[in-house]
């Protein structure tokens, strides 16, 4: 059976195929050393535990990861498998590191998930050698530099798959086919059919590989959609990193600590309407919502240290003017936004902050609000910095059956043609995300795809 791609739940589906007794090839688009997808820029998962260990801080009961699941965006898509999903994860850390995983205790500057979410020692990249390692060691082949580029269909069973590796196209017969390769977030064009002109600005955190090849190969042959169109995960980051691959250093924390302005020096959103584990994946559409898909994070000297520093430095100068100008926004128009947001902060600010909660400290009469950590700009060096949208991953996928099986519209579903991970996310995610939960889908799919993909082939 051929597994196709090279992330995390690819992996995951390849050891749990071949666990079952399967003869199993893996298909990577990347070369040996960009292999790993978007997994490789993870560094956590977030599972159901009874009680604390050495790597989460508490328990975190199945109630309350769904209750989560479940406040995020408009809750699951489908609620039978989301709810599969969440009582899978449970056995996820330990198949994990019987797998070849190891972990850490969660450190500063972890977006304080340290009792939902187990960290990976060495982030994802290392989790990805480690299960690249694990296949060598199980004598799993891998094709690197190998792009699938059509899905070829006898009815309804794939019998074989093109591959183009080093200018040519080869067929591979596959008894069973799992397809692991990732969203179409790295496809500008796909996401302009959503998002028009506007897709041009945004910055693909991963890899330019998960273009959507696959997706759209089942899509062709019938496959149904699950997921909306324009569901994605995406953060604010800085606008000057490359356009894909940035991965996780890219990401703007200050948010909370300042205001936000956009290109014509305007206030948008309420810059501390939550705390920021719950709020920073809504910058990215905030920002795409904007003219020109840009906006500009201003704090002050008050604030600075507080929240991991943007990689490429900040702007700082004595006045937000200058700040503004280094930047290309209009000086004067930025002063007098600060000026108005400043006097929008109660009297009382300074001795209410407290950045480790919601401290209710909000604006006065201003739109639009400023509800938590309102503090004025006014104690110079002031700060700045250019975002952008950075999109992580896209939701929109094919249907699968509590089997990991794709489903066709008439019903029916693809005998051997089996989905994991972020191509079939949109079953899971509809709108909003809970960190760690992506690495969460392509774990417990992956074992799915994989077992079942096994069964069916051997
Ligand atoms: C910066 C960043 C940080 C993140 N942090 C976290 C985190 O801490 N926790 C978390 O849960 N999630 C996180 N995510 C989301 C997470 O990365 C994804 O949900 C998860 O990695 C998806 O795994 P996957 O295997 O489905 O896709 P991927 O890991 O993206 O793998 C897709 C694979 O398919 C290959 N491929 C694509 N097209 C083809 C083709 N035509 N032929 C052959 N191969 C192909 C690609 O090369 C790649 O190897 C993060 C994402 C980013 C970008």
Wanted: aromatic letters at 10%; charged letters at 20%.
């Amino acid at each position: 059976m051929v597994v196709i791609g090279g992330g995390n739940a690819a992996l995951v589906s390849a050891m749990s195929a071949h666990d079952q007794g399967a003869k199993v090839l893996v298909l990577e688009r990347a070369d040996r050393t960009f292999r790993g997808g978007n997994s490789r820029h993870t560094r956590n998962i977030r599972c159901v535990h009874q009680s604390a260990d050495a790597y989460n801080t508490g328990a975190y009961p199945f109630e309350e990861l769904w209750r989560d699941l479940c406040g995020v965006g408009t809750g699951p898509s489908d609620e039978h498998l989301a709810e599969l999903t969440v009582r899978e994860s449970e056995t996820a850390p330990e198949w994990m590191t019987a797998h070849g995983a190891l972990w850490q205790p969660p450190l500063a500057g972890t977006l304080h998930l340290g009792m939902t979410n187990r960290f990976f020692l060495g982030g994802g990249k290392a989790l990805m050698n480690a299960y690249y390692r694990q296949l060598a060691r199980r004598g799993v082949p891998v094709a690197y530099e190998t792009t699938v580029e059509r899905l070829c269909f006898e009815g309804d069973r794939c019998s074989s798959v093109l591959v183009r590796n080093g200018g040519q196209t080869h067929r591979i017969r596959a008894r069973a086919v799992v397809c692991a390769s990732g969203g179409f977030e790295a496809n500008l064009d796909w996401l302009g059919r959503y998002w028009g002109d506007a897709a041009r600005n945004y910055h693909i955190r991963g890899p330019r590989f998960n273009d959507g090849l696959v997706l759209q190969q089942l899509l062709d042959n019938g496959a149904a959609v699950a997921g909306e169109e324009r569901g994605f995960h995406s953060v604010a980051v800085d606008a000057r990193s490359p356009k894909f691959d940035g991965g996780i250093a890219t990401r703007i924390d200050s948010i909370p600590f300042g205001v936000v302005l956009n290109r014509d020096a305007e206030r948008f959103y309420d810059e501390g309407e939550d705390i920021w584990p719950k709020r920073y994946a809504i910058w990215g559409r905030n920002l795409a919502g904007q003219p020109d898909q840009i906006g500009y994070s201003f704090w002050d000297s008050k604030v600075q240290g507080r929240f991991l520093p943007p990689m490429y430095g900040v702007h700082r100068a004595d006045t937000i003017g200058k700040v503004a100008a280094a930047m290309g926004l209009n000086p004067a128009a930025a002063e007098d936004t600060i000026t108005g947001f400043n006097r929008a902060v109660p009297p009382d600010a300074a001795q209410r902050f407290d950045p480790t909660t919601l401290d209710g400290v909000a604006t006065r009469d201003l739109l639009p609000v400023k509800s938590n950590w309102a503090q004025p700009l006014d104690t110079p060096p002031y700060y700045g910095i250019a975002m952008r949208p950075g999109i992580t991953f896209t939701y929109m996928g094919v249907k699968v059956s509590s089997r990991a099986r794709v489903q066709l519209q008439d019903d029916r579903e693809f005998v051997n043609v089996f989905a994991a991970g972020e191509i079939m996310s949109g079953n899971v995610l509809s709108s909003g995300y809970l960190a760690g939960f992506g690495m969460t889908i392509g774990t417990v799919w992956g074992r799915i795809a994989g077992r079942e993909a096994a069964r069916y082939a051997l």
